[in-house]
């Protein structure tokens, strides 16, 4: 099963609430929440009053993808906001599996998240304990960025550890995710994509059906791989 994650970094903050709920009445399935702090990343967006917001709005699982550090004290408070998943970055963490399970203790599901750079060999110790891998095919910060290649290599590595593992585990692709590579990326081994500005870029903002068809591009790509 393939989710199509839109991240809301792209939408239009002056009408958030109406830009996820089309982006979920498009079919979307997951809204994929950046939180950046100017300190880990060089960029500052939101915080947990922003998901507490936009929890009322929909049953859909609010995946938080945490760029900040340190990581740990701001994790209690997007899960008492509605967090379902919470991601956050190895470098960001002195203690890794001590981070895993405050996210697991708050009752959301793990995520650990790989910068371009960052080698696979964190998940030695730890991916009997997450539900989501997290692959980042940009480095993080900025929206808009272009897709770097070497990311599909890394994907394969990835996949290949999920199916060794037998585990159900989610494995997510974030930056320069766009209908003419999501089945390139897919075959790669990932089920989960966060797109930005692919999707909130696409139309016009007075259409509120401005994001059907491309997230029906991105259904119809996915349909291809075998």
Known sequence: ?????????????????????????????????????????????????VCEAIRPLTQAMID???????????????????????????????????????????????GLVFNPATPLSYLD??????????IMSVNPGFGGQTFIPEALNKLR???????????????EIDGGVKVDNIAEIARAGADTFVAGSAIYGAGKESDPHRYDSIIAAMRAELAKVA
């Open 1 to 49: 099963m393939y989710r199509i994650a839109p991240s809301i970094l792209s939408a239009n903050f002056a009408r958030l609430g109406e830009e996820i709920t089309q982006v979920l009445d498009s079919g979307a399935d997951i809204i994929h929440f950046d939180v950046m702090d100017n300190h880990y990343v060089p960029n500052l967006t939101i915080g947990p009053l």
């Open 64 to 110: 938080v993808h945490l760029m900040v550090e340190p990581v740990d004290r701001i994790i209690p408070d997007f899960a008492k906001a509605g967090a379902n998943i919470i991601s956050f970055h190895p470098e960001a963490s002195r203690h890794i599996d001590r981070t895993i399970g405050l996210i697991k203790e708050q009752g959301c599901k793990a």
């Open 125 to 134: 110790h730890v991916l009997d304990k997450l539900d989501l891998i997290l």
């Open 157 to 171: 590595l990835t996949r290949e550890r999920i199916t060794a593992s037998s585990r159900d585990i989610l494995l």
